[in-house]
């Protein structure tokens, strides 16, 4: 698939440090999930090259803090516009090591430059402050400064955005960076690095270390224990986030972290059915059910529970599992066999214990071993492991429920926190609810609520701090206080 490229150039295999590519002492693979054919073999870099690129970056923050906002946003412009000129080519790239339809592919090269984009104006708008000063003699300033240098660990399931949401703020706040992407998928994350490279990035300021699973733990740990680096950003599980946190407790660092969720969609009985049919299709089984805002527990009022069902059975049932390059395909691949074993094992627990299935519920075999049919479960209760863990896969285990009370409560009965939607017409239920759900985000009659322009992120164990939007900046700076005195 990666042969008709129309620039064979974007399809980089070494590593990035200091503006230069390396090949580190050995390589690791990596396959397409469509079809577990080998893309590429890719540098596999360790602790020394995590240093090297630490110290690069370190070089590198001088020079570029030292730039104006706006000469930051010249660079970051150019870059968003290579990504868009590419489209084309990194959607392939894309769809080739993860596995996602060409169409969402697409969809997420414009989304991964739309944070780039809003970052570079956002750098401009980052505003001190005078405060009123309660003593003749002195005044009272607060500015914000870059925080330094900072590392970013990001995941397989959105190859490109991930990247940008962290690295445009970063830069545009003058901060240089440290890039370790998911082994699943480096070749995206080496593809936009290049376009860096094309559109002016000077040498250090953006570093991308490639590293296999376990050359990616040794790196976490540099990353982790190194002074130099004063903020980790990293997007992934909560198992992960959780030990990133322990090990960022030696040098105090400031983090970011965008963890699991679980999230509950829920349609009452005043709903417009056919609008939560298509917001459930939507947020449930986009990008195969592999993302962390999608809905991963239904829960359907009463009255409206059968006609419900109904229209979504048809809906599901529609939906053409498939190679992401074939067109019409609307669920690729999973990432790899343990996704499989995930969803099988949600599936197989939830019929175990007295669930109703109404569509799926087994691999697609004819297809290749990565493929699991999209999956409809009904009559699904709290006592089954699908409605406490994360699917990750295109399985959707539909709940009843009968009074707005109990469907708070369901819904917030986890320990996650992250996107949650739910359909009413009701403005009244529509403010309480709204209110009342433990989430950091809430769709209200929709199932897509990612943009740049809002603050993406979760409560409770879901993660710290917010992404895109302009709360997207604060984690990138510093505050400082000064205090004028002698007046
Ligand atoms: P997912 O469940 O989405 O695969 P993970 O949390 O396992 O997410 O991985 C997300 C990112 O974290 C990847 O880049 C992976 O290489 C990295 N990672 C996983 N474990 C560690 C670790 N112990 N230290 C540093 N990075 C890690």
């Known amino acids: ?74 660079i970051l412009t150019r870059w968003s516009q290579l990504l868009h000129k590419h489209a084309d080519d990194l959607a392939r790239i894309m769809t080739a090591e993860q596995g996602k339809p060409l169409a969402e592919a697409r969809g997420e090269v414009a989304y991964g430059a739309s944070f780039i984009d809003w970052f570079a104006e956002e750098g401009k708008r980052v505003y001190g402050e005078t405060i009123p000063t309660t003593d ?5 300033l607060v500015i914000k400064q870059p925080m330094g ?72 740990h540099v990353l982790c224990d190194s002074d130099v680096v004063r903020h980790l950003s990293f997007t992934g599980s909560t198992e992960v986030g959780r030990i990133l946190m322990r090990q960022c407790a030696g040098t105090v660092k400031k983090l970011s ?121 009904a009559d699904v209760t709290p006592a089954m492991l699908c409605s406490r863990e994360e699917t990750f896969g295109p399985l959707a285990p539909v709940f009843k429920f009968n009074t707005e009370a109990e469907a708070i409560a369901l819904a917030n009965n986890t320990e996650f926190g992250l996107a949650s939607y739910f359909y009413s017409r009701d403005i009244g239920r529509i403010f309480r609810v709204g209110e009342a759900l433990e989430y950091g985000m809430v769709g209200v009659n929709t199932g897509l609520i990612a943009t740049a322009e809002v603050p993406f992120g979760g409560v409770k164990q879901s993660g710290l701090g917010r992404e895109g939007a302009h709360q997207g900046m604060d984690d990138y700076v510093e505050i400082k206080y000064l205090c004028l005195g002698d007046i």
């Open 136 to 140: 003749n003699n002195k005044r009272y």
């Open 1 to 74: 698939p990666l042969s008709a490229l129309n620039d064979a150039s974007l399809l980089r295999t070494q590593a990035l440090i200091n503006g230069e590519w390396v090949s580190g002492a050995s390589q690791f693979a990596v396959t397409d999930p469509a079809t577990g054919e080998t893309l590429a073999d890719v540098a596999n870099l360790g602790a020394s090259e995590a240093q090297a690129a630490i110290d690069a970056a370190q070089n590198a923050w001088s020079p570029w803090r030292s730039k104006t906002a706006k000469e930051r946003a010249a």
């Open 149 to 220: 240098v900072c590392a970013a660990i990001t995941p397989w399931n959105f190859p490109i955005a991930m990247i940008t949401r962290k690295v445009a703020p970063a830069l545009a706040a003058g901060c240089t960076v440290v890039i370790k992407p998911a082994e699943a998928t480096p070749l995206c994350a080496l593809a936009v690095a290049e376009l860096a490279q094309r559109a002016g990035m000077p040498a250090g300021v953006l570093n991308v270390l490639t590293a296999d699973a376990d050359n990616s733990v040794a790196i976490g």
């Open 257 to 377: 972290l965008e963890l699991g969720g679980n999230a509950p969609f829920i349609v009452f009985d005043d709903a417009d059915l056919d609008s939560a049919v298509e917001g459930a299709i939507a947020s449930k089984y986009r990008n195969a059910g592999q993302t962390c805002v999608c809905a991963n527990r239904l829960y359907v009022q009463a009255g409206v529970y059968d006609a419900f069902l109904e229209k979504l059975t048809a809906k599901v049932s529609a939906l053409t599992v498939g190679n992401g390059f074939e067109s019409g395909v609307n669920i690729g691949p999973l990432i790899d066999d343990q996704a499989m074993t995930k969803v099988q094992r949600h599936v197989d627990d939830a019929l175990a214990l007295g669930a109703r299935l109404l569509v799926g519920g087994k691999p697609a075999s004819a297809i290749g071993a990565q493929f699991f049919e999209p999956t409809l479960l």
